[in-house]
């Protein structure tokens, strides 16, 4: 057993280390050269790997090839190179214990004070549709290993993982070494660096691979011939999507001013790959806020549920205007937003306007007039955002251009986490709606209808909506039960409601909150059916001679 007895107090003491020995090992070679540079007038000892060593020799620079300190060659396509004794070793030696330092010369291994990493590229090849077995060669192992060996043995060994901390380790070196303070430092940013790495794997894996190994495992029961009746209740076959863990990726992207109200305080967190609001570019404006990040986020996903030029106009997350551009318009993403707009010009005021078009400057001429937070848009024309960056506060969002929903949400509860499949469902045409009062409708209301259900799926439960032409002209939205929405529809489109189409994400419980809809002279109907007092509220519909259709889908959205 070895004795953890002291070293001596001339090396115990010290909280700065002198760099003498430093092992490199990237695959990002931005800085390289400088550092190396650097190094070499510090006289520090350069041990490298591969095309690290390459690129440093090719500058003129001295250094040691790995496979000279471990004795045996970069081997199997450059899996195993610094896997070794001869290098570990002298990356995890506590030189605060005699009993190591012993160890270290009687091995006849040197230590090493500096370990400079960054792995493979796994991230950057995932997302580049590259095959499955080239991702996979991505996985670093030995990597990995370097960096938690070094930063574990931080009280003896400074760890880099970014080209951006280089300069910190230049500056320590002119200051005679680096300091404990800044290993420490050092440490914790290279183990957020090896957790988010194994988080990439793991989520690339629960995407890939699983769904891989469920499709064979489904293959290989269709062609069994074995008996498997035994031991029915031991099956555990689980086909649902969801994984048995969620590797959930994110890094800290900016602190907020606060959160919903000011006495909270907030920040946005980030994933690799980014498609959504999150990544947007600000062009312009004050600091985006949470509230402005949710209500954005609502109105991009009402705006992008449509194909045709469309505008949504949020409050407080929930849509206060949602049009199509009118036909044959001569500036289309104007029109969506003056139709829009029109729906509830009060509320309106100070909301959130998403577009699923280039912002053209007949548009942005609309809104210089209108006091508004936020727009966020795929684009804008240049002199839009001229006209556009004379208002001082209005935020301007540019989404990027690979803008995807997630195929998975998820919601935080008190210990634990809701994890659902995004409301991806695509098909708002009327063809497999069953009419079940009154007669066909026209053209014209068909497509009203359609658009009416379209927009509800973005309104918050319990949601109705009433639309004219492509455009809504009152919303009900987020009421503990539907007859209050019902009223506030009504309420809110005016004498607009008479002649318009209703659209309901549930089905009616009671005949009553379709009767406020039909007093106000409502044309036609949609909504899922399905309730046990449907006969009554589909008598309610045909005694008043209005059109009604089931989808037999609702749309609940919390």
């Known amino acids: 057993m070895i004795a953890h007895t002291s070293a001596p107090s001339s090396y115990r003491n010290r909280d700065q280390i002198v760099i003498e020995r430093a092992l490199i090992s990237v695959s990002d070679k931005t800085g390289l050269l400088e550092l190396a540079a650097a190094l070499t007038t510090g006289g520090v000892e350069i041990v490298s790997t591969g095309s690290t060593a390459a690129t440093i020799r090719a500058a003129g620079y001295d250094v040691t090839d790995v496979f000279s300190v471990t004795g045996f060659p970069e081997s199997l396509d450059g899996r195993v ?13 506590d030189l605060r214990l005699e009993a190591h330092e012993a160890q270290l010369t009687e091995l006849g291994i040197k230590a090493f004070q500096l370990v400079v990493v960054n792995l493979y590229p796994f991230v950057e090849t995932a997302l580049s549709d590259a095959e499955p077995a080239d991702v996979i060669e991505q996985i670093d192992i030995g990597g990995p290993a370097l960096v938690r060996a070094s930063a574990k043995n931080h009280a003896n060994v400074a760890i880099v993982v970014d080209p951006v901390n280089y300069g910190e380790i230049i500056e320590a070196m002119a200051a005679g070494g680096s300091t404990l303070k800044l290993r420490q430092k050092l440490a914790s940013l290279a183990f957020e660096h090896t957790a988010d790495y194994d988080l990439s794997v793991s989520a690339w894996f629960t995407e890939n691979v699983y769904d891989q190994w469920q499709d064979d495992t489904e293959a290989l029961d269709e062609d069994a011939t074995f008996d498997d009746d035994d031991d029915d209740d031991d099956d555990d076959d689980d086909e649902s999507p969801f994984p048995e863990g969620l590797g959930i990726e994110v890094t800290r992207d900016a602190i907020l001013r606060y959160g919903e109200n000011s006495h909270q305080a907030a920040a946005l967190y980030v994933g690799d790959g980014g498609r959504g609001i999150a990544q947007a570019r600000q062009l312009h404006g004050k600091e985006m806020s949470y509230n402005n990040y949710v209500d954005a986020d609502a109105a991009v996903r009402a ?33 969506a937003h003056l139709r829009a707009h029109a729906c509830d010009p009060i509320s309106a005021f100070g909301g959130v306007i998403a577009a699923n078009r280039v912002v053209t400057l007949g548009m942005a001429e609309t809104i210089s007039e209108i006091f508004t937070e936020v727009l966020v848009a795929p684009g804008f024309e240049p002199s839009a955002v001229e006209l556009l960056t004379k208002k001082k506060n209005i935020r301007l969002l540019e989404l990027p251009a690979d803008y995807e929903r997630s195929s998975l949400e998820l919601h935080q509860i008190s210990g634990g986490l809701l994890v659902q499949e995004t409301d991806s469902f695509e098909d708002f045409s009327s063809n497999g709606w069953t009419l079940v009062a009154g007669p066909e409708v026209d053209a014209a209301t068909r497509a009203d209808l359609e658009f009416a259900w379209k927009s509800c799926r973005s309104v918050k439960s319990n949601a109705i909506l009433l639309a004219h032409a492509g455009a809504s002209v009152g919303v009900g939205m987020g009421q503990v039960n539907r007859v209050d929405s019902c009223h506030l529809a009504v309420s809110r489109a005016g004498e607009r409601a008479a002649g318009s189409v209703a659209a309901s994400d549930a089905f009616f419980p009671f005949a009553d909150g379709l009767e406020v809809l039909l007093d106000a002279g409502i044309a036609a109907v949609v909504q899922p059916g399905g309730s046990v007092r449907d006969p009554e509220v589909i008598a309610a519909a045909t005694a008043a001679g209005v059109s009604m259709y089931f989808t037999g889908e609702r749309h609940f959205f919390h």
């Open 81 to 93: 190179k610094t896997l070794h004794p001869g290098v570990h070793a002298g990356i995890l030696a």
């Open 303 to 335: 705006a992008f549920d449509f194909s045709e030029p469309a505008v949504a106009i949020v409050k407080h997350a929930n849509p206060c205007g949602i049009a199509i551009a009118k036909p044959n318009a001569p500036d289309p993403i104007a029109s």
